[in-house]
C-alpha cells in the first residue's frame, strides 16, 4: 500500500523559512516523479513543484519560483520542500504526491503550514 | 496560464440518481504527443483529494465504474451514476498538458 506522510509544518512568520518533508513508502520512490501541491484554508488545490526521478530536474510554478526548493533523497524514500521569504499568502495544507507520468496519482494528509506574525 | 472553469459550483444530487460536472479550459489540452492531460479528483469531508479518471476517460486503480470521464480539447465531463453517500465531496479537475499545471476551482456534490 502506498503511503506518504508529510512532516514540518507549523506556524512561522512572514520572512522567514520552513521545511517540510513527506516520508514515503509501499512503492518503488526512486522510479516516481515527486510533487507538492498545496490547499488555502476553504480554497482550492494549487501546484507548487514537481521533482524528477533522480532530482536533476525540478519545476515550479511562478507564485513560488526562487523561493521554494524541492528536493529528494532517494535512499530514504524522503520528499522535501524548502520555503523560503514565507508571505501569508503561503498557508496552506501542504500535500505531497507521487506521479503517476505527470499527474497526481496518489497523496499523502497534508501538513499545514501557517503564516503570520 | 490555462484557466480551468468548472460548473457547477455546487450539486445537490439525491442518492441513487446520475450528475453531471463540466470543466472547460481556456486553450486546448491536446499534448504535442497526441495526449490529452485532463484527470479528475475527488477531495472527501477531512481527506486529501483521490484520483478517479486521468487522462479524460482512464478509471484509476479501484474506481468503481459508475465514474466515467468523456471529452475532448477544451470541454469535458464528469459523470457519476447512482450516486452513493461515499461520493459526496468536492470534484476537481486538473490538466498538466502545459505549465503551470493548474486546477479547476471545484464542484460541490451534495444530497439534495
Known amino acids: 500500500e502506498v503511503q506518504l506522510v508529510e512532516s514540518g509544518g507549523g506556524l512561522v512568520q512572514p520572512g522567514r523559512s520552513l521545511k517540510l518533508s513527506c516520508a514515503a513508502s509501499g512503492f518503488t520512490f526512486s522510479n516516481y516523479y515527486m510533487a507538492w501541491v498545496r490547499q488555502a484554508p476553504k480554497k482550492g488545490l494549487e501546484w507548487v513543484a514537481t521533482i524528477s526521478t533522480s532530482g536533476s530536474r525540478t519545476y515550479y510554478p511562478d507564485s513560488v519560483k526562487g523561493r521554494f526548493t524541492i528536493s529528494r533523497d532517494n535512499a530514504k524514500s524522503s520528499l522535501y520542500l524548502q520555503m523560503n521569504s514565507l508571505k501569508s499568502e503561503d498557508t496552506a495544507t501542504y500535500y505531497c504526491?507521487?506521479?503517476?507520468?505527470?499527474?497526481?496519482?496518489?497523496w499523502g494528509q497534508g501538513t499545514l503550514v501557517t503564516v503570520s506574525s | 496560464d490555462v484557466l480551468m472553469t468548472q460548473t457547477p459550483v455546487s450539486l445537490p444530487v439525491s442518492l441513487g440518481g446520475q450528475v453531471s460536472i463540466s470543466c472547460r479550459s481556456s486553450q486546448s489540452l491536446v499534448h504535442s504527443d497526441g495526449n490529452t492531460y485532463l484527470h479528475w479528483y475527488l477531495q472527501k469531508p477531512g481527506q486529501s483529494p483521490q484520483l478517479l479518471i486521468y487522462r479524460v476517460s482512464n478509471r484509476f486503480s479501484g474506481v468503481p465504474d459508475r465514474f466515467s470521464g468523456s471529452g475532448s480539447g477544451t470541454d469535458f465531463t464528469l459523470k457519476i451514476s447512482r450516486v452513493e453517500p461515499e461520493d459526496l465531496g468536492v470534484y476537481y479537475c486538473?490538466?498538466?498538458?502545459?505549465?503551470?499545471?493548474?486546477f479547476g476551482s471545484g464542484t460541490k456534490l451534495e444530497i439534495k
Open positions: 504526491a507521487s506521479l503517476l507520468y505527470n499527474w497526481f496519482a496518489y
Open positions: 486538473l490538466q498538466s498538458t502545459h505549465f503551470p499545471l493548474t
